[in-house]
């Protein structure tokens, strides 16, 4: 099976029936890596890419792993050098991978569940509203949100909507989660159990790009703590 067959029989929502795709060539990955993301590159100095285009939208498929252990990610292509308020991890993120819309065999990560990974739709969610919204979560314990939500932005939202947010300058992580069961993870200072966390092995967006990195790499993951670098 080709790498594209493999991730229609594993995400076979992805694709409504009648659509039209064309899927092309897989090739040998051939973007290099960035030096802030070591595992990440050398992921993807591991894998083939298949350029695929439904409609009028075009993706990379990125796969890597055994003939019989094919696993990978849908992304849309890389963003170059556009510029938008984030961390500047990100931004070297982007000039590999535009970010992940699906995932397919993965292995259990910080990134499972999350139908965005690091994509710009997501960089675009209105978190200040979406926190203000939820600003009962701490009224009820008599506290004050402890952080600046303008200074954040979002780089992973889970099926739920539970959101991964990233400060943009410091790059500290934050799970905003009021619907969860984790384990690895620790209320920040100030907040109730079930809204801003820290994640145990992933302080801030480098790290949890990293941490999910390895475990895809190696096709090994641990219970929503990730792996250890």
Not at 74 to 79: A, E, F, G, R
Request: proline share 8%; with cysteine; glycine share 8%.
């Amino acid at each position: 099976m080709s790498d594209w067959e493999n991730f229609l029989a594993e995400v076979p929502w992805f694709l409504p029936v009648g659509e039209a795709v064309t899927a092309g060539t897989e090739r040998p990955w051939h973007r290099g890596g960035v030096a802030e993301l070591p595992e990440l590159s050398r992921l993807l100095e591991a894998s083939t890419v298949t350029p695929i285009k439904v409609r009028d939208k075009q993706y990379e498929l990125i796969v890597w792993g055994a003939a019989d252990k094919r696993r990978g990610w849908l992304t849309t292509p890389p963003l170059g050098s556009r510029h938008l308020d984030v961390h500047p991890v990100q931004r070297s993120f982007w000039t590999l991978c535009g970010g992940i819309v699906e995932q397919f065999g993965p292995p259990v990560t910080w990134w499972t569940n999350l139908a965005q990974v690091l994509t710009v739709e997501a960089a675009r969610t209105p978190l200040v509203q979406v926190l203000d919204d939820y600003r009962w979560l701490w009224a009820e314990e008599g506290l004050e949100m402890p952080i600046d939500p303008s200074a954040f932005s979002v780089v992973g939202i889970e099926a739920n909507g539970n959101l991964t947010i990233a400060h943009r300058l410091s790059g500290e992580l934050l799970l905003f989660a009021p619907d969860h069961a984790f384990d690895g993870v620790t209320p920040l200072p100030g907040c109730p159990p079930y809204s801003l966390l820290t994640i145990d092995a992933a302080p801030d967006v480098r790290s949890w790009i990293e941490v999910s990195a390895q475990c895809w790499r190696s096709g090994e993951g641990t219970a929503r703590a990730g792996c250890a670098l």
